[in-house]
């Protein structure tokens, strides 16, 4: 990528889990595919996961707002972090959802703008910001 040209996306725009299941509780999903009720595993659970939120929706939404976290996706930029170094400002940073803190990003200047981050989903940045963070993290 030139480098001039910012990647607005990240690259994947989901995070892969593991789960176990039962061998019955995979025999019915696996049967449900088969009936033609879901295309394949992953769409079942992606179903059910989404309609457990639903359910729970109002208690999410408060939450959220008690612990004051941004939800979605929040993206912090060199110049962000250069801009509240030169502001003698230390961020706390509370996301639900993709926090990502960008390439150009020293572990430096992590360390002296950020004093805690708090991410409830994922966080993408380099290894070296993550390990630099890794004391300010929870």
């Not at 950020?114 to 890794?134: D, P, Q, T, Y």
């Amino acid at each position: 990528m030139p480098s001039n040209v910012q990647e607005l996306r990240p690259k994947a725009d989901s995070e892969k889990i593991t789960i176990n299941l039962g061998f019955v509780d995979l025999g019915q999903i696996d049967l449900l595919v088969q009936e033609g009720f879901y295309s394949n595993r992953t769409d079942f659970i992606r179903t059910a996961i989404r309609n457990q939120l639903d359910r729970h929706n109002d208690n999410v939404r408060n939450s959220v707002a008690r612990h004051q976290l941004d939800l979605g996706l929040r993206h912090f930029t060199r110049q962000d972090l250069e801009t509240a170094r030169a502001a003698g400002e230390v961020l706390h940073i509370q996301v639900l959802g993709l926090a990502t803190i960008a390439p150009d990003v020293t572990p430096e200047l992590a360390r002296q703008t950020i004093g805690s981050l708090h991410v409830l989903g994922a966080l993408h940045a380099s290894a070296a910001v993550k390990e630099a963070l890794r004391d300010r993290m929870r």
